[in-house]
């Protein structure tokens, strides 16, 4: 459920720039040894390899681009990283749960706050697209109604902000930091969005894109067994990718990047299911690196596979292509569940490990004692 800043309109951002940008200076940071120099070609292909590292003292923020939309934007933000050019700047304006701005290279000098957000600017044509100002969208900052006005300076953006769909040049999508943007638009800020205290950019690096595991394994790569490491004692799975290969492909990449690691079996009905594979339960809880690759899988229904003991099967809504990453192990045969939910493997060892869930005490299918995934691991 994405949170709407109603108060965050066109209007108010639009005061995120001030006036008189004549008189402002452009800093010319020192180029980082060994580092290409800043009009190092750069092609809209390269683009869609990179992605880009934002470390600040809050933590690090990790985007991709969309050189296919906003070419000039990427290509410039590449440029100007591996240059430098935003180390030592900070982010200066924020709006709580709405945005947060920084690049503007005034920041890495002792520069009078009044001109914090002048510098960088009028150097780009608007690249305008489809692209929605959705939570996580990185768009370039423009002056108000002076077209062709972007520059080095961008935002953020904390939660959906519609209104500026069209507007402004959005060139790329936060895939992992979400928390440190929420962080960094929650800072002290005077009436003018102005941060009282500007969060430090340390650097931003340029580095290839992340690979989704097992994204174009075959069927028989991914014929595996997954060894679940729980409070109370292991549990081996064997992976059917002739039965669900989307799901095991789904099931591999979480385990993989440790996604499942120190969530918890939430649910227990004894003689039914054993449910698990919720980030909700992740302690301590927190954003994973691999929520980028969390998506919805399509339902894959087998009339011939039955929901009986020490089958692992997808959990999901209502919606038939709903399932995402909670899985359940059933306990015992369920007939009703059968061309509904999608097996993907079976227990091969540890079934009695099930009986001890169901020997926890709960409260309705809630078990009072944490039952902890303490890690998922895939057998050498």
Known sequence: MRLRIVDCGLQIFSTLLLAGLL???IAQPARKKNAPPPDAPVTVADASKLEAVIKTELG???????????????ITFIQRARAGYYD????????ARGVIQGGDPLLKENTPRARWGTGG????????SELKHIRGIVSAVRIPDKPNSGGSQFFICSSEQAQLDGKFSAFGLVNEGMEVVDQISQIEADQSQKALKPIKIISVKIEPKKIEPFADANKDEM??????????????VLLDPDLAPEHVRNFLKLVETRWYDHTSFHRIIPGFVVQGGMGSTREPFKYHAADRWVKYVNGEFSKERKHVRGVLSMARGDEVNSAQTSFFIVLGDAQNLDGKYSIFG??????EVLDRMTQVPRMGETPMQRIELIEAVIKP
Request: net charge negative; hydrophobic share 45%.
């Open 23 to 25: 008189n402002f200076v």
């Open 121 to 128: 600017l009028n150097l780009l044509k608007d690249e305008f």
């Open 88 to 95: 030592g700047s900070a982010f200066h304006r924020v709006i």
């Open 346 to 351: 079976k227990v091969v060892d540890g079934i």
């Open 60 to 74: 690090d923020i990790r985007m991709q681009f969309f050189p296919e939309v906003a070419p000039q934007h990427c």
């Open 223 to 236: 014929r595996k067994e997954v060894i679940l490491h729980t409070s109370l004692g292991d549990i081996t």
